[in-house]
């Protein structure tokens, strides 16, 4: 919930993870962010070169607030394009409220990273 907490709406970030754990955990790391901090996101992956020494998995995806899949590619090259509804989050956290839920007596977001204007 700390990206939640930061104000953001999506999260982006790469990936290159290989046949065994990428088949295992990508899809499923990314519905897992998507889903507890109630936000989109997307993720990117090199496409799979088949004469490399190391397998890509692939699957770049957009993952919508709920966690559902709203796009994603296979592991040949391509652009993943798809449209983003920000109503979406908050219709979601109306629904499901679980900042309401968070225990600030019993565990505090300590914010590490000195901010400069």
């Known amino acids: ?8 709406h999506l999260i982006c970030y790469p990936g290159a993870f290989n046949m065994s754990t990428g088949e295992l955990l990508w899809e499923l790391v990314q519905r897992a962010r998507a889903a507890d901090n109630q936000l989109f996101v997307a993720t990117c992956s090199p496409s799979r070169e088949s004469n490399g ?34 109503s979406a989050i908050q219709l979601r956290r109306e ?11 019993v565990y505090k977001f300590i914010d590490l990273v000195e901010h400069k204007p």
């Open 1 to 8: 919930m700390l990206y939640r907490a930061k104000g953001a």
């Open 53 to 86: 020494s190391y397998m890509i998995w692939g699957h770049s995806t957009l993952v919508g607030p709920n966690g559902e899949i709203i796009a994603t590619s296979g592991h040949e090259e391509t652009v993943v394009v798809a449209e983003i509804d920000y």
């Open 95 to 105: 629904h499901i409220p679980v900042q309401n839920q968070r225990r600030g007596d």
